[in-house]
């Protein structure tokens, strides 16, 4: 997403040499979505991808449209969900001319849209499935519930959720009714949006960066943010490693059916958080970790109201 969208402004040139270095390091599992720049993150993702096929399990989701065709974070007034089988449809057709590829390996349904059955939308997609447009489908911020009844509909191979130290409401019936049907969980924003990594100055965020709009980036919440950061950063230090690889490596230890999706649009972060899968942590290290957590509780709201409305639905 940050490459094409929501994070500031883009570098297409050092996007392309960014997933040219995935490749390089064996990362072979790319996610995307249609909102992310209304289509521009898949044409950008098409000059690494279509050449290299054989070589990447791509995902991208769809769902979130813009009233004007112009592209805006999900919490915005001109941005609405549509989970009906006609969009479904249509939505497929753009990412795969987009992305100049005959199918997608994983494709999922951004949100729950709460107006439409979600049997009618799973089915929809697993139309896509015999049509051979898509291998597996995903949804994203679903509740237990919604997962139950769609996977009952056709098989659901992932569940794509906010997961990470400052964001763990998936913990209990969620991840455990995942694990009950063998759904792997893809966390996205494992990062915390960039807030555990003591590297983010909220000061020198573009003007057209959407965490400027988020909870957790103003008043007491981020004053609790920030000295929690600090801490964490300085167990990052006895570990010898970066706070960004110690909270990947944090959320990684959760379980082996848990795949994070750390998002970067710049070689030397890839490579940082690349390494986080050769960190192993202890119980000692475990429990260090969840006290810090105890002491700073205040994180705030990861969404503003209006976008929690699409929130484990």
């Known amino acids: 997403?940050?490459?094409?969208?929501?994070?500031?402004?883009?570098?297409?040139?050092?996007?392309?040499?960014?997933l040219h270095k995935a490749l390089d390091l064996g990362i072979n599992f790319w996610d995307t979505a249609d909102m992310y720049g209304n289509g521009a993150n898949e044409e950008l993702i098409s000059k690494v991808l279509a050449p290299n096929r054989d070589k990447v399990f791509i995902a991208t989701k769809f769902g979130f449209r813009f009233k004007d065709?112009?592209?805006?974070?999900?919490?915005?007034?001109?941005?609405?969900?549509?989970?009906?089988?006609?969009?479904?449809?249509?939505?497929?057709?753009?990412?795969l001319r987009r992305l100049k590829i005959d199918t997608i390996d994983l494709y999922y349904a951004h949100r729950v849209d709460p107006t439409i059955p979600i049997e009618e939308t799973v089915g929809a997609m697993a139309e896509l499935v015999k049509e051979g447009k898509v291998r597996y489908l995903g949804l994203s911020e679903a509740s237990a519930n919604s997962l139950k009844r769609a996977h009952a509909v056709h098989p659901i191979a992932a569940l794509q959720s906010e997961y990470s130290l400052l964001t763990r409401e998936v913990e209990g019936e969620i991840l455990n009714t995942a694990r009950e049907l063998s759904v792997t969980l893809v966390p996205y924003s494992p990062l915390a949006r960039g807030l555990v990594t003591n590297t983010l100055d909220v000061n020198q965020l573009a003007d057209n960066d959407f965490r400027k709009s988020l909870p957790r980036y103003s008043g007491e919440n981020l004053t609790n943010?920030?000295?929690?950061?600090?801490?964490?950063?300085?167990?990052?230090?006895?570990?010898?490693?970066?706070?960004?690889?110690?909270?990947?490596?944090?959320?990684?230890?959760?379980?082996?059916?848990?795949?994070?999706?750390?998002?970067?649009?710049?070689?030397?972060?890839?490579?940082?958080?690349?390494?986080?899968?050769?960190?192993?942590?202890?119980?000692?290290?475990?429990?260090?970790?969840?006290?810090?957590?105890?002491?700073?509780?205040?994180?705030?709201?990861?969404?503003?109201?209006?976008?929690?409305?699409?929130?484990?639905?």
Do not use: C
Request: aromatic residues 8%; glycine residues 6%; without cysteine.
């Open 225 to 313: 943010n920030q000295s929690l950061a600090t801490e964490f950063a300085s167990i990052a230090r006895e570990k010898q490693v970066t706070p960004a690889q110690l909270a990947l490596a944090w959320v990684l230890a959760q379980g082996e059916d848990i795949i994070p999706i750390p998002g970067t649009k710049k070689r030397k972060y890839l490579e940082e958080n690349a390494q986080a899968v050769d960190i192993e942590l202890s119980d000692t290290d475990l429990n260090a970790i969840q006290k810090l957590l105890e002491k700073y509780p205040n994180v705030g709201e990861r969404y503003s109201e209006g976008a929690k409305k699409l929130i484990n639905n």
């Open 1 to 18: 997403m940050g490459m094409s969208f929501a994070y500031g402004p883009g570098d297409d040139e050092e996007s392309v040499a960014t």
């Open 69 to 95: 065709h112009v592209a805006r974070p999900s919490n915005s007034s001109g941005t609405y969900f549509d989970g009906s089988p006609a969009w479904i449809k249509t939505a497929i057709e753009n990412s």
